[in-house]
């Protein structure tokens, strides 16, 4: 998720630094551009939020004191100067760096120091009255800190404890501090600076002594060289925390007594390269489209290849047949979003439902990075609505309910996804007081869906289909969240047609579980080719577990459903022309073998073995919609096109349980 998560933020980032960049440039011409101004600070809020949950510290904090600046001005307690103006995009293009930087996943160096500085001092440096912004050149410093600068010298004794302290793994700095010009006590500034570094390590070198800077006999700045084990970005921080300073300038020293120089910033690179583009999804869905279509001409290609033995079109039948495949890969990549995009809604939806019922609800919810195709993911978004509106309504029960059934005040709501075999699973479950059996039961009867037999005989699956029908209820008073008998039915209905299912478990007293099954990608998937008959029929292949052969004398009768015995399990058979209502087609066409092709799904922990005239091979099949009527047809998902033009029905294995 974090990748995920990481590749958004990049993106997102990319665009509020080049609005904050031409915003800024509108209010340097026009320092009277509020709108402009309020737009930074917008933008530099929201980079800020979403660097510090990304846990990009840098970046948290220039963005922060940014903030404050940029709040400063807005509330025009501090008017815009070329200074000001000059330091917010010198920050810009140190945020620049820091996310070229986490985009090429490598750690920053960037010194963030300097900038933090200049930002605080702007902050809380006092302005004239009149506030203009000043186009004439800012005064110059003081010339005594620029020769005491020149002044320092290393001599051959302060080389050689240079070189000693290399030799330890420490590092030498050369460490100017400058102070602010209305500093009252500067020897005691000094004093807390040279306290500090001596607690960071040695000080070998001061010009001026280091007794004259503690009796404040220097102008406004004083160098020291300090022998230590830190890094220069901690000892520069450490100076910075102290007030009245208004600059501290921490340099390497190397061995030979020079000063390293620093890393040139270069010019700010203006037009960045791309990284990542916004794609309508309805463009989106037309290369699938097309992509499909693609796949087709190449399983055609490859049959005729097959069927006229053309040896000089197979190497490059077989290369069109890879790179079709490494394409297709990419383009159904394109379509997955994490299931997050839904699941963010969530805690909001229950904290509303919840009031609404005046119950105590937590939200739990676990694999959000799971990704799913973003066709599905659109249309499962009200399903998970309607499950949890069902759970706070009817499962989870009052404070008071729960307390006199020694249950937590809080019912627990859980969410979870999961991917196994190419299939997602989401699981809705709570901790309330399951489905009352003897209410649906009861509903049932008055309704004459069942007969007193079947409401004997009463089971989960059952009570799943009846409280899944339009207008089936149990709610004794009709609300607007639930009682009105629309919900389940929804969900189930919308699940199949996704080439899903829903299966559900229950409780008394302890809960209830809605389990969402969907196929990962609903345009291209592999699916086991078959012929029942006459007919050839496509069993997805995320649902088989095996194909074996048997003879007949091996299916026995276990009261009223054929069975067969596999590896030490009995497992329930169906023979597919029979269930699907094909004729029996008489071909010339004769088979060696005269046993049975069985194929043996799996759903959840169950098995289902269907019996086939023949299995034909695997083959990746692209699945086409099927018109309002013909999608109703029990286990039927959906159609494909194959390679010699003929239609194939694809199975919903899982409606033929």
Request: net charge negative; with cysteine.
């Amino acid at each position: 998720m974090q990748d995920g998560y990481r590749e958004l933020f990049l993106s997102e980032a990319q665009e509020y630094l080049n609005n904050i960049s031409n915003c800024l440039v509108k209010i340097e011409e026009d320092p009277s551009d509020l709108e402009s101004l309020n737009e930074v600070f917008r933008c530099i809020h929201t980079l800020k939020g979403m660097s510090a949950t990304m846990g990009y510290e840098k970046l948290a904090g220039l963005s922060h004191q940014m903030e404050d600046l940029l709040d400063e001005l807005r509330s025009q307690k501090k008017k815009l100067t070329l200074e000001i103006s000059d330091a917010l995009f010198a920050s810009v293009d140190i945020l620049e760096r820091l996310v070229e930087d986490i985009r090429l996943s490598r750690e920053s160096k960037v010194d963030i120091a300097p900038c933090l500085e200049d930002l605080k001092r702007l902050l809380t440096a006092d302005q004239p009255a009149e506030g203009v912004m000043p186009k004439e050149k800012k005064p110059e410093r003081a010339a005594l800190p620029e020769l005491e600068e020149q002044a320092l010298e290393f001599s051959d004794p302060d080389i050689k404890k240079i070189k000693e302290a290399k030799s330890r793994g420490l590092n030498s700095f050369k460490i100017r501090v400058t102070l602010v010009r209305d500093c009252v006590m500067k020897e005691a500034r000094a004093f807390l600076v040279i306290s500090n570094l001596k607690r960071r390590g040695e000080i070998i070198k001061a010009v001026p002594q280091v007794e004259d800077i503690k009796e404040g006999r220097f102008e406004l700045a004083f160098t020291l060289v300090l022998v230590s084990k830190e890094s220069r970005e901690i000892i520069a921080n450490d100076l910075l925390n102290i007030s009245d300073i208004e600059k501290a300038i921490v340099e390497v020293v190397d061995v030979a007594g020079k000063t390293a120089a620093a890393a040139p910033q270069g010019a700010p690179s203006y037009i960045k390269k791309i990284q990542s583009m916004r794609i309508p999804v309805e463009r989106l869905d037309k290369i699938m489209n097309l992509m499909g279509e693609l796949t087709i001409a190449k399983i055609r290609l490859l049959q005729i290849m097959q069927s006229f033995k053309l040896e000089p079109l197979e190497e490059v039948g077989f290369t069109i047949d890879h790179l079709t495949s490494a394409l297709q890969d990419e383009i159904i990549q394109t379509r997955l979003l994490p299931v997050a995009y839904i699941l963010d809604a969530f805690p909001r939806v229950v904290r509303d439902l919840s009031k609404k019922q005046n119950k105590e609800v937590d939200l739990e919810m676990t694999g959000s990075e799971i990704e799913l195709d973003r066709v599905a993911l659109d249309e499962i978004g009200d399903l998970l609505v309607h499950l949890v509106r069902n759970a706070i309504d009817h499962g989870i029960e009052s404070p008071e309910e729960r307390k006199a059934k020694g249950k937590n005040l809080h019912g627990k709501l859980a969410i979870k996804v999961s991917r196994q075999k190419g299939q997602i699973f989401i699981e809705v479950s709570d901790d309330g007081k399951g489905v009352d059996f003897s209410a649906v039961r009861k509903k049932a009867l008055e309704k004459g869906l069942i007969s007193g037999e079947e409401a004997a005989a009463l089971d989960e699956k059952r009570v799943l289909d009846l409280i899944s029908l339009p207008g089936f209820s149990t709610a004794r008073v009709v609300s607007d969240i639930s009682g009105r008998g629309v919900g389940l039915d929804v969900v189930k209905s919308k699940i199949e047609s996704l080439g899903g299912r829903l299966d559900f478990e229950t409780k008394p007293e302890v809960g209830s579980r809605f389990i969402l099954t969907l196929p990962l990608t609903l345009a291209i998937i592999k699916a086991m080719l078959v012929r029942v008959e006459g007919e050839i029929l496509a069993v997805p292949l995320m649902n088989i577990r095996e194909t074996i052969k048997i003879n007949e004398v091996e299916l026995k009768f276990l009261q009223s459903f054929e069975v067969i015995r596999v590896r030490d399990e009995v497992i329930p058979v169906i023979r597919l022309n029979r269930e699907l209502d094909i004729p029996v087609f008489v071909s010339s066409e004769q088979y060696s073998d005269d046993r049975l092709s069985v194929v043996i799904i799996e759903y959840g922990k169950k098995a289902l073995g269907l019996v086939v005239s023949q299995v034909l091979g695997e083959q990746d099949i692209v699945v086409k919609p099927l018109g309002s009527f013909v999608k109703r047809t029990k286990g039927i998902a959906g159609a494909t096109i194959l390679g010699d033009g003929r239609v194939a029905l694809i199975l919903d294995t899982m409606s033929l349980r």
